[in-house]
């Protein structure tokens, strides 16, 4: 009869069935157990013996798996009463409401013999008669309180003030047990957050850097979304800033301007520092904002510029622009330039107050066999460096061949031309002067200007008709002082020109054979006319 009712109750959801078994389960356990050999009685008042029905022991055990079964399918559901999973409270203001639905659900299948197919249908019992309890926990899980109160409706709604006891955060739990007499205990785990109903939006005006001395301006907008006004102290805190604290009135839903002026202590740590802004109500907090802001130092460089290549033996040019952050007070500071480790420049520059200084520097290298210099910059208060910059800078010839020619062979009489393109990587003009075989010649050019430059001479070689032989020619070009900048040495081999061939080879034969000619010629006619 118990499993009986327990199907009945398992296919219907009528609470009645299940009472009903619930007294035999009763009925069984204080009547018909028998102790002394740990098994039931066939009725109650069968005599106390070994000899019990295995049968009906076994039948009675599958109807407890049955209602232990029927226990354990039990199902809690907890809403908010908002669209959103994890809410957001207000505290002060806002309340949790949450509905919670305690029930018996099941999903079985029968065969419909209209399809021919096995359906799934779920039956489900509203328990209305239960304890539940609310336990609330910190994002650390450490229990903050715990609520308990009767299910006396199919649907059960908690309602619970949020107050300043919740400190702002997020992910607070909130952990719903529901128990009954005759069915097993449901859990659920829910989360919500507690705001204050501040809103920031980023920090205006705050720097990566701040540097020691300068004072900046930065503004924090604030928006109020709760329903009141409400008047706070807000502070900026931090190690090594000078702390400032304002009163504040807040006006619901309007975006409320925060500004603090902002500076470093003198003798602040350099490195990455907290600042917190705090908004509080006596000792409840509203709004912590934390930025973490690098602290520089009291003086800074920028446009650092510097000659990346330079022509062998002239001074490099360098620049940078030094800034005092200091409002009240002046700095000394000392550039220095290293060659390989080895000091090439130092000098002190003095800062006023405040002072923005470019300064220059003509730097002259040590090593000028190496094609590419290790350089390093480094700028410092006392034997503190605070600052280092490397680079690297190339060593170029001052003058570069970029093509010369001179032919190799030359018609007598005709002119050759030396031509040499060249370029002065120097940024002013360079006079030179060309010797050919050791004797100076004009060329196109009068100096060499920055840039490529393209220097043309020419020689005649020969006049003389019958001269077949090579010729030889050095050129040099020297500087202003003498220096030799080039010098090439160029072998030219004579050929007979066209007018040479016809001037002083065939007109020469040609003639007197044209003079014996025009004489036999006469000879022949005076000799016709005596005939």
């Not at 130092?297 to 920028?302: I, L, W």
């Amino acid at each position: 009869m118990m499993s009986a009712c327990l199907k009945f109750f398992e296919y219907t959801g009528n609470i009645t069935y299940y009472n009903r078994a619930w007294q035999l389960f009763n009925t069984f356990e204080n009547s018909f157990y028998d102790g002394a050999v740990n098994s039931y009685k066939s009725s109650i008042d069968s005599p106390v013996n070994d000899n019990k029905n295995l049968y009906a022991n076994l039948r009675l055990c599958e109807a407890y798996l049955t209602a232990f079964e029927i226990y354990s399918n039990t199902q809690l559901i907890s809403e908010y009463n908002v669209t959103s999973e994890i809410p957001d409270f207000l505290f002060n203001q806002d309340a949790l409401n949450i509905t919670s639905i305690y029930s018996y659900s099941k999903t079985d299948k029968y065969y419909n013999i209209t399809t021919g197919d096995y359906e799934s249908f779920t039956i489900e019992y509203q328990i209305d008669t239960a304890s539940i309890s609310y336990i609330f926990k910190n994002p650390e899980r450490v229990i903050l309180n715990t609520i308990s109160q009767q299910v006396t409706n199919s649907s059960t709604t908690f309602l619970y003030n949020i107050t300043d006891a919740f400190e702002i955060g997020q992910g607070y739990y909130l952990q719903i047990f529901v128990n009954s007499t005759n069915f097993g205990t449901s859990h659920v785990l829910k989360q919500f957050n507690v705001i204050s109903g501040l809103v920031a939006s980023p920090i205006l005006g705050l720097p990566a850097i701040l540097y020691q001395g300068p004072i900046l301006n930065i503004t924090i907008p604030i928006n109020n979304t709760r329903n009141q006004n409400v008047n706070l102290t807000v502070s900026m805190e931090g190690i090594n800033i000078i702390n400032d604290i304002q009163d504040i009135a807040f006006n619901t839903l309007v975006l409320t301007n925060v500004t603090f002026n902002i500076t470093t202590t003198f003798d602040a740590a350099i490195g990455p520092q907290n600042i917190i802004f705090i908004f509080k109500e006596n000792n409840i907090t509203y709004l912590e904002i934390i930025k973490i802001i690098d602290i520089g130092y009291s003086f800074d460089y920028t446009n650092f510029i510097y000659q990346n290549s330079i022509v062998n033996g002239v001074s490099a040019f360098a620049s940078l622009t030094l800034i005092n952050f200091l409002p009240n007070a002046t700095q000394t500071l000392n550039v220095s330039f290293y060659e390989d480790d080895v000091l090439i420049l130092r000098e002190e520059t003095h800062l006023n107050e405040r002072e923005i200084k470019t300064v220059y520097y003509d730097l002259d290298y040590l090593d000028t066999e190496t094609h590419l210099v290790n350089v390093i910059m480094n700028i410092s208060k006392g034997d503190t460096i605070f600052y280092s910059k490397q680079f690297n800078v190339e060593i170029i010839e001052k003058f570069e061949i970029l093509s010369v020619s001179f032919p190799e062979t030359i018609l007598q009489g005709s002119a050759a031309q030396f031509i040499l393109i060249i370029q002065n990587n120097h940024d002013v003009s360079e006079p030179f002067i060309l010797y050919v075989n050791g004797v100076p010649v004009e060329t196109n050019l009068n100096g060499l200007g920055a840039g490529i430059n393209r220097i043309v001479a020419e020689v005649i070689p020969s006049i003389n008709p019958y001269d077949f032989s090579k010729k030889s020619y050095i050129f040099e070009i020297k500087d202003s002082l003498d220096e030799p900048i080039v010098k090439y040495y160029f072998e030219v081999q004579m050929e007979l020109s066209s007018f040479n061939l016809v001037i002083f080879y065939v007109l020469p034969v040609l003639i007197p054979i044209c003079i014996i000619l025009i004489y036999k010629n006469k000879e022949i006619k005076n000799k016709m006319l005596r005939r």
